[in-house]
């Protein structure tokens, strides 16, 4: 690689649901971040519970748009108007949207919504916008838990790289073939 050839990054999420606490502080800064209608939501926290009373925990793991390696929101779009940046980004032309809801009903995340006031589908872009001003997302900002890291994968000497190379971790539906790119730290 010449000096002025520049690397692409690939921009990946790695969450640590033991650090999340469920305050929302992810959800408000998004949503303030980038205009999200009131009741509709970006990213989310799942909460789930394990164990059998009296001996229950609460578990939350943070979620958002996967930006999946082979995304399949992008393939049933019919106008093209959801895409995959070379640097791992899958992104929605809103001029091109026709808001159809196919790539809603593709999503096995389940990440999308319908703006009714624009008429078109919307969804987690990792703050696009502040990435290419060389910012973190806003939630990755905003966590107090600090259970979001954001980061260039292709960089080995990243966070995030160095979190997955010393942690297992896991992905969410890995057998519906998508490549998604938040990991989960498991232990």
Known sequence: MGATE????????VMEPKRCI??????????QENSVPIGHHRNWIDKSS???????????????????????CERVCPTGATYRREDGLV?????????????????PYDARYFDEERGVV????????????GQPP????????????????NDPESE????????????????AGT????YYLID
């Open 50 to 72: 394990k164990g059998t009373y009296p001996n229950l925990s609460l578990f939350f793991a943070p979620e958002n748009c996967h930006h999946c390696t082979n995304p399949p």
């Open 138 to 153: 806003a939630c990755v900002e905003t966590c107090v838990g600090n259970a979001r890291h954001f980061g260039d994968l």
């Open 22 to 31: 469920d305050c929302e502080a992810c959800m408000v800064s998004c949503s």
């Open 6 to 13: 520049k690397k692409i990054p690939r921009w990946v999420f």
């Open 122 to 133: 919307d969804k987690c872009t990792f703050c696009v916008h502040r990435l290419d001003a």
């Open 160 to 175: 995030v790289s160095k979190l997955l190379a010393t942690h297992q971790y896991t992905t969410m539906y890995p057998d």
């Open 179 to 182: 490549g998604p790119n938040i």
């Open 91 to 107: 992104l929605i032309d809103y001029d091109v949207c026709i808001g159809c809801r196919y790539c809603m009903m593709a999503c």
